[in-house]
């Protein structure tokens, strides 16, 4: 029986290496196609290259931030989900993102098993439109 994410690629985007390759691993072995990257210009080059089912990026980066991705990714596919986090948490902060088409917003630290869920049924509303 397939895993719920099987097949899914999600991007994970974080400046901290440690947590983005945490995430994608984590990720990964729950089914999804989870790829880290540790910084915002690589990530917008990947969103405009290659398929990405799913948009996992941390809020505060140097250079290109979670909103310039978060902006980015809504231009170039209206539908893919995008998950907000960030450890500095704040009722501005998530506004913002979800007035600019955040999909979600965790605040670190959360359970791994908790962003695939929200991956998971993201995902599936996407593909029952």
Known sequence: ???????????????????????????????????????GREALNLLRSEHIDALVTDLRMPEVDGLTLLRTSIELDPSRPVIMMTAYGSLETALEAVKGGTWQYLTKPFRV?????????????????
Do not use: Q, W
């Open 1 to 39: 029986m397939p895993m719920p994410g099987e097949g899914m690629r999600v991007l994970v985007v974080d400046d901290r290496s440690e947590m983005a390759e945490m995430i994608a691993e984590d990720l990964s072995d729950r089914g999804f196609d989870a790829r880290a990257v540790t910084s």
């Open 113 to 129: 098993e908790v962003l695939a869920r929200l991956l998971e049924a993201a995902l599936s509303l996407r593909h029952a439109r």
